[in-house]
């Protein structure tokens, strides 16, 4: 006996990959990024965003390393326009003046619609004070990397979910996706339950059986948006955590697409 395949036929899009790579020495060059679309469509993904090559280093970049990242992620973009959403990749201890800047010439040069912080220092830093205020006047949603700081520490630069908390105190208008659910896990569902202004994203480490409900359950199902962190992560395994997910299909078709094209402002 043959067990039936299960099938999402509804729209997808992917609010959390990496597409050319953590790294400039891991870019696999265009053919294999035609190629990485073409299955992402097959799966039923209309669009994706690109976080660019956050791992270039960890922290201490240059302004000229950032635009040269920034640059990179346009390009890829322009490889598949109506496919690729980019993000404005920022490390904030580059001071204010800089910060505002760059966002100001990815939204108004490259039509970036995002921004996205790594692990360049903890988002509760004050020195990100000058990345929500540029996010707020340019209308822009920040990706922060989070996960639980009691598994991978490094607090300086590793931002927990406890410290978005501690961020949005100082900026309530921010809006915010929290990358990485089961990175964060259950206790990090529970530090930003109150905060309506932040999402979660489905990626992060293997599928976690029962978290895409718990999240659902705690923050209401408009507050998850489904991110795969491919390609480092299985696109397909990804799409299977939600899908197997025990969700109405309504739910599932918000966290696949709704969610994300009201956040990222997709018609």
Not at 56 to 68: C, L, P, Q
Not at 111 to 119: D, M, N, T, V
Request: glycine share 8%; aromatic share 8%.
């Amino acid at each position: 006996m043959t067990t039936p395949e299960v099938r999402w036929t509804g729209p997808i899009i992917d609010a959390h990959a990496h597409p050319r790579g953590l790294h400039v020495t891991d870019d696999p060059g265009r053919p294999f990024v035609d190629e990485f679309v073409a299955r992402a469509r097959r799966l039923g993904v209309e669009k994706m965003s690109s976080l660019g090559e956050v791992l270039f280093r960890a922290s201490g970049y240059s302004e000229t390393e950032i635009r040269m990242l920034n640059d990179r992620n346009a390009e890829l973009a322009s490889w598949h326009p109506d496919f690729f959403v980019p993000f404005c990749f920022l490390d904030p201890m580059l001071g204010a003046d800089f910060v505002k800047d760059e966002v100001r010439r990815c939204h108004e040069v490259h039509g970036f619609r995002a921004i996205k912080l790594e692990i360049a220092c903890n988002v509760s830093n004050p020195a990100t004070h000058a990345v929500f205020e540029a996010a707020e006047a340019n209308d822009f949603p920040v990706m922060v990397h989070a996960s639980r700081t009691d598994i991978i520490g490094n607090r300086d630069h590793q931002s927990d979910p406890a410290d978005v908390r501690t961020a949005l105190s100082a900026h309530s208008g921010a809006r915010i996706i929290m990358a990485h659910l089961t990175g964060a896990g259950r206790r990090g569902v529970w530090d930003v339950r109150d905060l309506p202004n932040v999402a979660v994203d489905t990626s992060g480490m293997q599928p976690d059986s029962g978290i895409i409900e718990y999240a659902v359950e705690h923050l209401g199902v408009d507050r998850v948006v489904f991110g795969s962190d491919a390609y480092y992560r299985d696109l397909a395994v990804q799409i299977g955590q939600v899908l197997g997910a025990d969700l109405s299909d309504a739910e599932k078709h918000a966290v696949f697409y709704d969610n994300t094209a009201r956040i990222l402002g997709l018609a």
